[in-house]
């Protein structure tokens, strides 16, 4: 894939979900939107791998309790045969177990099959930008148990420049990207990069797009 759309300018959709009712909601649903096209449906995680591969699709959606193969276990499977693919995982599971597996498998974003259908379209218009997607939901859930974890801890400080740094982590920017949004040098992000991992003892990006979840950067 070389840009957002096929040549006839529409974002190409793969949907797996191992429901059938939920696989023809959802294609009625996006199917309003006219620069959607849902090219295939997946009914268990190892078809969804198959898919991803066969099609190449912008955007996959990702149920996680399937048949099979789970979502997350399909996910870095995935982003190894199709790493241009947008992979959203849209579930049932709001606990924080599965949102940190899913980041930590290389989701793109994080809803609930609650989501309202106008902010599921503006997710997935957003996440072809290359920013993370998260359900309210899902934030409030994971901030909730993160300030409850931290209600005794000494607090972190960072400065400004890393928080801005940090919120575009999280929003899926490379080094690159943020150093022209921010006017850095490549190099002055990578250390802002290398001090955010210190100060909040994070060991990778996936832990600390879990920071700036909790911490209230990334939404919807």
Known sequence: MSDFFDINNQLLIVIADDHEIVRAGLK???NIEKSFKIIDEARTGEEAVELASYHKPHVLL???LMPVMT???ALPLIKKMSPETMVVML???EDALHTEQAIDAGADGYL???IASADLIKAIKKVVLG???FSKSIL???QHKFFKSQSDAKPISITKREQEVL???AEGKTNAEIAEMLFLSVRTVESHRYNLMQKLQCSNTASLVRYAIKNKIANV
């Open 140 to 142: 409030n859930m994971m």
């Open 112 to 114: 609930s099959k609650d």
């Open 91 to 93: 579930t049932a599971f």
């Open 28 to 30: 009625r649903l996006l």
């Open 62 to 64: 990702l149920d996680i």
């Open 167 to 169: 919120n575009l982590i």
């Open 131 to 133: 920013e993370r997607v």
């Open 71 to 73: 979502g997350i276990e």
